[in-house]
């Protein structure tokens, strides 16, 4: 038998985001909208008294006074997928990536659409960072707490609009 999932939500500046997990570990980060919102499976548990460090890091994080997380992590995926969202874990707060250059980081430099892939099923989005990656002519592409998310969050690190502002 696997071990129980809890959840809550945390208000952030992007929505109530939920944050899902066992006692040790965090599982999924869920935006409120977008293509791949997730909701309470009916087996997880409701927990309002779990999860202190991620709300704590999440709260510095958008108060702008983290930059990197440290937090126990247990992303559910692929061999594949592991290296993708390992690679995210290297992009430095502030700085974007295309999907082409985590392919070749991982050593797949023909892999963009599957990096594409594998980075829309990353369970944990803004800690490990999948907003960081775009588009190789630097538009923001899809995201699946939406495309308005993902412009706020690389605004917030400093990466401004990765259509940059044309002015």
């Known amino acids: 038998m696997s071990d129980p ?3 809550r939500y945390y208000a952030s500046p992007v929505g109530d985001l ?3 997990g066992d006692d040790e570990y965090l599982r999924f980060i869920s ?12 087996e997880w548990r409701r927990d309002e008294g779990l999860f202190a460090p991620v709300l704590a890091q999440l709260a ?6 983290l930059t990197v997380f440290d937090l ?12 993708v969202w390992a690679a995210l874990l290297e992009i430095p707060f502030g700085e974007t990536r295309s999907y ?7 050593g797949r430099p023909k892999a963009s659409r ?6 829309g099923a990353n369970p944990i989005p803004i800690v490990i960072p999948c907003h960081r990656v775009i588009g190789a002519d630097k538009s923001l592409t899809g995201f699946g707490g939406g ?3 993902k412009d706020f969050l690389l605004r917030h690190e400093g990466a401004g609009n990765a259509q940059m502002d044309l002015f």
């Open 72 to 83: 126990p992590l247990r992303p559910a995926g692929t061999g594949f997928q592991q290296s």
């Open 18 to 20: 939920l944050i899902a």
């Open 114 to 119: 599957a990096v594409g892939a594998a980075n």
């Open 60 to 65: 510095a994080y958008f108060a702008g006074e």
């Open 100 to 106: 082409g250059q985590i392919a070749a980081r991982i």
């Open 31 to 42: 935006f409120p909208s977008g293509s791949r919102a997730v909701s309470p499976e009916p």
């Open 147 to 149: 495309v308005e998310t």
């Open 5 to 7: 999932i809890f959840y």
